[in-house]
């Protein structure tokens, strides 16, 4: 089956997979982007509209919104949280499609907008930082993932 929403991969309502508390740091809602989404800071505005665009400043996932479903846009200018991610943890996130499957274990790294994309064509360092690894399998056409932080 192919995974498009993060509520396909996740039982809860939360990005974070993982048990434990999390850093979390303040932002406001941009209209467009969804929990799951790899957000920054617009640096336009200096300090806290979430932006998955052109992200600026990387600050982390954004987490669900308590009165939004996990699959909705949170609304422009809303209070939401961005979720720092810590290394060793899981987080269900966007993925840009990679058109083919993935083993478990394959290196993610930042792609566009508010997604994680593969590093080089056999999944390994090649200049870009890899951030993140496939905690399981994905099918050609998953856009969500569970990741496990670098």
């Given amino acids: 089956m192919v995974n498009t929403l993060i509520s396909e991969?996740?039982?809860?309502?939360?990005?974070?997979?993982?048990?434990?508390?999390?850093?979390?740091?303040?932002?406001?809602?941009?209209?467009?982007?969804?929990?799951?989404?790899?957000?920054?800071?617009?640096?336009?505005?200096?300090?806290?509209?979430?932006?998955?665009?052109?992200?600026?400043?990387?600050?982390?996932?954004l987490e669900k919104r308590y009165d939004t479903d996990i699959d909705t846009a949170i609304v422009d200018s809303k209070n939401c949280s961005i979720i720092v991610p810590i290394s060793g943890r899981k987080y269900a996130v966007f993925i840009a499609d990679q058109g083919g499957s993935l083993s478990k274990g394959w290196a993610l790294t930042f792609g566009?907008?508010?997604?994680?994309?593969?590093?080089?064509?056999?999944?390994?360092?090649?200049t870009l930082p890899i951030v993140a690894y496939l905690d399981e399998d994905i099918v050609d056409d998953d856009i969500v993932a569970i990741v496990r932080w670098a």
Avoid: R, W, Y
Avoid at 20 to 49: F, H
Avoid at 114 to 124: Q, Y
């Fill in 112 to 126: 566009t907008a508010g997604n994680l994309t593969t590093v080089g064509a056999d999944g390994l360092a090649d």
């Fill in 9 to 61: 991969i996740t039982s809860g309502d939360t990005v974070s997979k993982s048990s434990g508390p999390e850093i979390k740091e303040p932002a406001l809602g941009d209209g467009t982007s969804k929990a799951g989404n790899i957000v920054g800071l617009d640096a336009s505005d200096k300090a806290t509209n979430v932006n998955a665009n052109t992200v600026d400043l990387f600050m982390g996932i």
